[in-house]
């Protein structure tokens, strides 16, 4: 079964050790990878996800101890939306503002209920009531009942001028559908793909544009379940839309192609395989430093600059 959507979502942050207790401990992801940024390795890249990190459920930031903050506008992704089960809304108000966590109150967006609110260095966050979450598995942290937990993403709202050449995109390479509008909202869908299989369309007219920073999204990855089928996106692209991607590049737990879609937001392509665990145990992901081949015989010298973090 061809799966398609949201892989992974990437952000810029601030302090990392902030950026860590947030997400694992206010929010209850897994951190499924502590490594660094390949192209600048005095840097994390931490990953957050569910219990093996799958594709649709994995964020991902790059801390940066004094990264200024950004402004969002148009040509980025606006908001990252999570899964929750249909009644964990006034579970997850409570804890948000017991956690001191600023918050919008609940609204209704396509008929669903949905709670926006910040992480620390002010990036658009929302949780997506679902009915039915609740049987799906969940990973908990110590205190997060498994009744509420967050299950993976829901959506993601790209802020842009215009929606229908990013809509061409979406529908063209993506395989998703339009199904719905609301307002400046056009919502696509993914197939049945539970994880990640919405993406929401905030048309904005000559909106300014944003600024990257602290609280800004960086990219945004589509999966491609094999090589074969990142390889027919790329032709697709350059065929149909006039598009070229970069040449393909390991990452290590996938392997990434990226370009500028028309409103300007830097799309990625992602594959599947091989996942989090090819370098270290499933049951202690995200518990070691992990590094590329290329950068472990600078692994001391790269530990000496990375903050210490627990």
Known sequence: MLQNGIHHVTAIAGPAQRNLDFYTRVLGLRLVKKTVNFDDPGTYHFYYGDESGQPGTILTFFPWEHAAPGRLGAGETQETVFRVPEGSIGYWTHRLVEKGVVLEAPQQRFGETVLAFKDPDGMRLALGAVPGTEHEPAWTADEIPAEHAIRGFHSASLLVTRAAPTGAILTDIFGFTEIAREGSLVRYKAGDTVLGGIIDLREAGEFPRGRSGAGTVHHIAFRATTDAVQAE??????????????????????????????????????TDDPGFAVDEPAETLGQALKLPRFLEPKRARIEAVLPKVV
């Open 233 to 270: 996106m790329v032709k697709k692209l350059a065929e149909n839309h006039g598009i070229r991607t970069t040449e393909q590049k390991d990452r290590d737990y996938f392997r990434a192609v990226y370009f500028r879609e028309p409103n300007g937001i830097l799309f990625e392509i992602a």
